[in-house]
Structures are given as structure tokens and as C-alpha cells.
């Protein structure tokens, strides 16, 4: 069974940081592109953030470059974004999210994801 377990949401203030985490089971993680999304109140989810499975190659949204650093530890399933410079506009629940097969490059749309992450909820105050 996948599990992919998101961590480190919160409270910030803006100009503050954040760094999120996702935990994966049940799936070759070290095999996979994975990614970040997020869906703020009343609006569609939205691509974040995206790595390769090796890590070395990484994609952003035009929102967060330069903000957001994406990156994976393999040797512990784990995925994560750090997020600096927070904006109020970043306020959304944020998702993890997994190809679903390792031949899978996933684009920015939702739909070419296999797996989700029930999300953590960013809040940034100003």
C-alpha cells in the first residue's frame, strides 16, 4: 500500500520559512519523480515544485523560484521543500505527490501524478 505522509506545516509570518517533508512507503521511491503541489481555499490545486529521481534534476513554478528548494534523501524515502520568503499568497494545503511508474516524467498538471499525500496546511500571516 503507497503512504505518502506530509510533515512540517504551520504558522509563519511572512519573510519566514518553512521546510516541508513526505514521507514514502509502499513504492520505489528511489526510482520515481516526485513533486509538490498545493491547493489554496477556493481555488484549483496548483504545481509547486518537481525532482527527478536522482535528484538531479529539479523544476519549479514561476510563484516560488527562487523561494523553494526541492530536494530527496533515497535513503530515507523522504522528499522535501524548503520554502523561504514566504508570502501570504503561499497560504494553501500542500501535497506530495509521486509518478506512478519510473518511465513517468509527470508534468505540472495534477492528472499525470499517481499518488497523493493527504497534505499539510501552510498558513503565512502578514
Known amino acids: 500500500q503507497v503512504q505518502l505522509v506530509e510533515s512540517g506545516g504551520g504558522l509563519v509570518q511572512t519573510g519566514g520559512s518553512l521546510r516541508l517533508s513526505c514521507a514514502a512507503s509502499?513504492?520505489?521511491?528511489?526510482?520515481?519523480?516526485m513533486g509538490w503541489f498545493r491547493q489554496a481555499p477556493g481555488k484549483e490545486r496548483e504545481f509547486v515544485s518537481r525532482?527527478?529521481?536522482?535528484?538531479?534534476?529539479?523544476y519549479y513554478a514561476a510563484s516560488v523560484k527562487g523561494r523553494f528548494t526541492i530536494s530527496r534523501d533515497n535513503a530515507k524515502n523522504t522528499l522535501y521543500l524548503q520554502m523561504n520568503g514566504l508570502k501570504s499568497e503561499d497560504t494553501a494545503v500542500y501535497y506530495c505527490?509521486?509518478?506512478?511508474?519510473?518511465?513517468?516524467?509527470?508534468?505540472?498538471?495534477?492528472?499525470?501524478?499517481?499518488?497523493w499525500g493527504q497534505g499539510t496546511q501552510v498558513t503565512v500571516s502578514s
Open positions: 509502499g513504492l520505489s521511491f528511489s526510482s520515481l519523480f
Open positions: 525532482i527527478s529521481w536522482s535528484g538531479g534534476s529539479t
Open positions: 505527490a509521486a509518478a506512478r511508474f519510473s518511465s513517468i516524467v509527470p508534468t505540472e498538471q495534477s492528472a499525470s501524478w499517481g499518488y
